[in-house]
């Protein structure tokens, strides 16, 4: 059964960080590249960070280039999202996304992340 667990997620003040954490299973993780997207009420699905199968190339959205850092641990089955700098316009459900090259996608069920003080 394909499942993709996402952790991490909390409540922390503008400035603190936080890292995510999708623990992949039910697939051959190593053939997918990783996505991490956002989302909040009304809006549509953000791409956030992606990095690719074999975890060198990444790429960010504008916004958080320079704050946050996408990386995978293939030996976990893991993929991290480190965030840093973290300001109120972050808070999101991230969600964590695999997708490989026939375009098959899987996703996980979101955690909450707000920030506030």
């Known amino acids: 059964q394909i499942h993709l667990m996402e952790s991490g997620g909390g409540l922390v003040q503008p400035g603190g960080s936080l890292r995510l954490a999708c623990a992949a299973s039910?697939?051959?993780?190593?053939?997918?590249?990783m996505r991490w997207y956002r989302q909040t009420p009304g809006m549509e699905r953000e791409l956030v960070a992606a990095?690719?199968?074999?975890?060198?190339?990444?790429n960010y959205a504008d916004s958080v280039k320079g704050r946050f850092t996408i990386s995978r641990d293939d030996a976990k089955f893991t993929v991290y999202l480190q965030m840093n700098n973290l300001k109120p316009e972050d808070t999101a459900v991230y969600f964590c996304?695999?997708?490989?090259?026939?375009?098959?996608?899987?996703w996980g069920q979101g955690t909450q992340v707000t920030v506030s003080s």
């Open positions: 039910g697939f051959t993780f190593t053939t997918f590249a």
């Open positions: 996304n695999a997708v490989d090259w026939r375009g098959t996608q899987h």
């Open positions: 990095v690719d199968s074999a975890g060198i190339d990444t």
